[in-house]
């Protein structure tokens, strides 16, 4: 099977957030579709692993914020790398409290608050099936698809994502060097300077993480 095709899916950004007792919980998502129009049911896939998961099935109640083209990588990495169970994602974000929910504003054009009303187990994922309460506008930038998060922010799928493929890495002559939290790769023969000489404050790119945080590969 040619998974690559899959890829031909169109996806859009979203950050889907709850509480958990005075907790802000939170994290990336790209698999959201619309199931009805009266009374709009909207569906989202989230994998088991995900501390958000876990969360949503006893709060029942979530935001989910529709992601801009503008909206920075920091923001997209810091909400689909790394778990709410040890990271504070809202710290350094923008966000405000709206019906007793956190709702990330920075860098959304719109936000929906829904309730859960139906959890579908589907093998390494749920569906979670949310009837939308709310909806609110927040500017007319265009929305981003997670084609142009591939194509023009180089972004790259987190492991516990429904769309997750693994890649095939192209072998060169050089070291490579993979970043364990997001996946990415840094190629002595693609780039300027070595990985070993480079400074002890570099920051993976796309993640942000120190250097500590490569493998050789
Ligand atoms: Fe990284």
Same mark, same amino acid.
């Given at each position: 099977m040619d998974t690559k095709v899959l890829n031909n899916i169109s996806y859009g950004m979203y950050i889907i957030t709850t509480k958990e007792d005075n907790k802000n919980i939170g994290c990336f998502i790209n698999s959201l579709i619309q199931i009805t129009s009266?009374?709009?049911i909207i569906a989202v896939s989230l994998n088991k692993e995900n501390y958000t998961n876990k969360i949503l099935r006893e709060t029942k109640r979530c935001a989910i914020s529709i992601l801009t083209e503008k =909206? %920075? %990588?920091?923001?997209i990495a810091k909400f689909g790398y790394f778990s709410s169970k040890d990271t504070n994602k809202f710290e350094e974000t923008e966000w405000k409290e709206i019906d007793n929910l956190p709702v990330v504003t920075e860098n =959304?054009?719109?936000? *929906? *608050?829904?309730?859960? *009303?139906n959890i579908i187990d589907v093998n390494t994922h749920d569906i979670f099936l949310i009837r939308i309460t709310k909806t609110k506008q927040l500017s007319e930038k265009t929305p981003m698809t997670y084609k142009y998060y591939h194509e023009k922010l180089k972004g790259k799928a987190s492991k516990k994502a429904p769309t997750y493929i693994e890649e095939k890495e192209? %072998?060169?002559k050089g070291n490579r060097y993979k970043c364990t939290i997001c996946g990415y790769i840094y190629d002595d023969d693609k780039e300027k300077v070595k990985f070993a000489d480079l400074p002890d404050d570099w920051k993976c790119p796309l993640c942000g993480v120190?250097?500590?945080k490569f493998i050789k590969i």
């Open positions: 009266e009374n709009p =909206a %920075k %990588k920091e923001l =959304a054009c719109s936000y *929906i *608050i829904g309730d859960v *009303i192209e %072998k060169t120190g250097k500590d």
